[in-house]
């Protein structure tokens, strides 16, 4: 316990008269109230009530009142809170003390504030700040002031909102108030947050979180949480979000802090419906609409809903999708939440687009989009402009214009790059490529598809839809065990991600602690594969399609990989690279490569949802690489962990692949002369050629035993 906690119950318990106790117990539930021990100081407060009635002491029991009124708010019962802060009011008045009628009147414009009644709000904040100005009371204008700019951020004025938040937090600093610091540099976070700006919303985020943990300010060290969650959400880092969001709904509910509670579970929903499970995402939104339904979070039922329909629209129940976001739009316009209304005023448009209503679609496009430009949130324009481009590549539009589409969806690509919205990005670059399929240009098409299929595999990662299936387990473990079963869950979460992206022995070299892994391999071998004509081959396939054949290609050569022994390193485009004896050596690894790249040139039936795609008569064939030599293997990379293979054994085993032909293993002399000592293949003489970076080399084709 805090000393100065300790230092106010041994003061308590000192009081020699009812008179003394209650204003003591005062001085402890504010204290209490600044450690977020809520349900300590309500019950301080209360005592402290009561014992000030009983002796007939007013300044005491409107002090009392107004004490329990800022937990309640600060638990999100804001109708309670609104009753005792009224009758605290009244009592302050009647005694004519003006510094509590500033502190209650100001208190009150903060329950109108969480309840989304700005107005009124705003009405209370100038009201209070008149009244400190005039008592001279320099940390009641900063705490009011910094209110004011949280009614500027919730209407998305945000250059007014960091007008007030700049005034607050020099006024806060002059005072050497450290808590009034934190908060309101957490708030500024949210402003660069919400303009896209996330290098900048981190560092003040960082800051507050830092400010709050000294100051053992465990309700704000929850919001800043929560906020640096969202951060990781717009930057598609789905696992470090949850991460955040799990700890800050602990946090919320251990101080019994539900508002905080609805908040963070909306998003948790928002990342699994970014994650695709939609099912999860109903789920936890239902459960954050209900809460905030019931503390009359009129912004929070607004935003929820908006999501609610989101979900419907990627389940293509386009009139349900309709329904929620008419019904989110017109919530947001009553609250004069203008980002609120930019948003919902967007995915209304997308929704029309996808009804083939074209016209109400570009007219809602071209609302949000100039909303979004208004209030300079970037990611919002960024996300619109792809839409109006997705809409003008539509050839059943009567306005259809490929180019003016092309444009919008490169403008689009750059500001998601610009911004590192990953998501936003693959999402254009995929409508890019069916435009060029749709255009005969697929050349252009097939470069971008690989830039898609690049970020769509940065975003969607093993690693976080393994930790959107753990979040609620680790939920349900923490209610029995708290820290210690998080603590193992996240051990054992790391250990098997490791498992999935490393081979086994590197993974289990890491988790007993080994750093800076490189090995030198005296002798493995080394394959390279790479489908034939893939290029003509993928031209005119939709871009899921062409996804779902190299996922299935690859799948099916990691399966005969892992038959033989060998190792997968990784792909590169429609390339496929794999060795065998490293990272474990094994004496027979020319033998072992040998029969996964025979078995790889077998006959493989490809589901329909493949082949309907691909041009009659297409046959599928490979071409294969082999080398063997020595080479260097170790983890590469210090965020990103990744095991890779070097050396001019890798070099030659490419340019084998590279030189080949379609249908067959084509093999180095090495490669020959060692296979020729197993007795188990031929390989037949090609003759010797001029291989680029080699010079002239004697090569080989492998036949099967």
Known sequence: MPETLTNLHAAVAAAPTPVAC?????????????????????????????LAQQAGDQPAEATALRLQGVVHSRRGEQSEALRLFEQSLRLFAELGDRSGVARVTG???????????????????ARAIDLHEELGN????????????????????????????????ALHEELGDRLGVARVTGNIGIVYLNLSDYARALEYYTRAIELHEELGDRLGVAKVTGNIGLVYVDLSDYTRALEYFTRAIELHEE?????????????????YYRLSDYPRALEY??????????LGERLGVARVTGNIGNVYYRLSDYPRALEY??????????????????????????????????????????????????????????NVTGNIGILYAKKDFAEYNPTKAEELLQQAIAMNQELDAKQQMYQAYESLVNLYQQESRPEEALEQYKLFHQVYQEVHTEEALKKAIQVEQQRQIAEMEKRIAVERAHAK??????????????????????????????????????????????????????????????????SIAAKHGCERIKTIGDGYMAVCGAPVECPDHVARIARMAIEMLEDVVMPASITEHLPEGTEFEIRIGLHTGSITGGVIGVGKLAYDIYGDTVNTASRMESHG?????????????????????????????????????RTYFLEGS
């Open 325 to 382: 976001d008419t019904r989110a739009l017109a919530l947001h316009e009553e609250l004069g939440n203008r980002s609120g209304v930019a948003i919902v005023t967007g995915n209304i448009g997308d929704v029309y687009n996808r009804l083939t209503d074209y016209p109400p679609a570009l007219e809602y496009l071209t609302r949000a989009i100039a909303l979004h430009e208004e209030l300079g949130e970037r990611l919002g324009v960024a």
């Open 661 to 697: 032909e379609a249908g067959k293993v084509h093999v180095s002399e090495e490669f020959a002369e060692a296979i020729a000592s197993q007795g188990e293949f031929g390989v037949v003489e090609r003759g010797v050629l001029t291989i680029k970076g080699k010079g002239e080399l």
């Open 255 to 271: 101080l019994g802090d539900r508002s905080g509670v609805a908040s963070v579970t909306c998003n948790i929903g928002i990342v």
């Open 22 to 50: 209650a204003t003591a117990l005062n001085q402890l539930a504010a204290e209490l109230e600044k450690h977020g021990q809520y349900a300590e100081s309500l019950a301080a407060a209360t005592e402290a009530c009561e």
């Open 493 to 558: 979460a790391t250990e098997e991600l490791l498992h999935k992206t490393l081979p086994p022995s590197i993974a289990n070299r890491i988790i007993a602690g080994e750093e800076n892994i490189a090995d030198r391999f005296d002798s493995a071998s080394v394959l390279f594969a790479d489908v034939v004509g893939f290029t003509p081959m993928t031209a005119r396939m939709p871009a899921s399609a062409v996804l779902e054949f190299m996922n299935f290609i690859f799948a099916h050569f990691d």
């Open 107 to 125: 208190n009150i414009g903060t329950v109108y504030q969480s309840l989304s009644e700005y107005a009124k709000a705003l009405e209370y904040f």
């Open 138 to 169: 320099r940390s009641g204008v900063a705490r009011v002031t910094g209110n004011i700019g949280i009614v500027y951020r919730n209407l998305s004025d945000y250059p007014r909102a960091l007008e007030y938040f700049t005034r607050a937090v």
């Open 285 to 294: 939104y239902s459960r954050a609409i209900a809460l905030h339904e019931e």
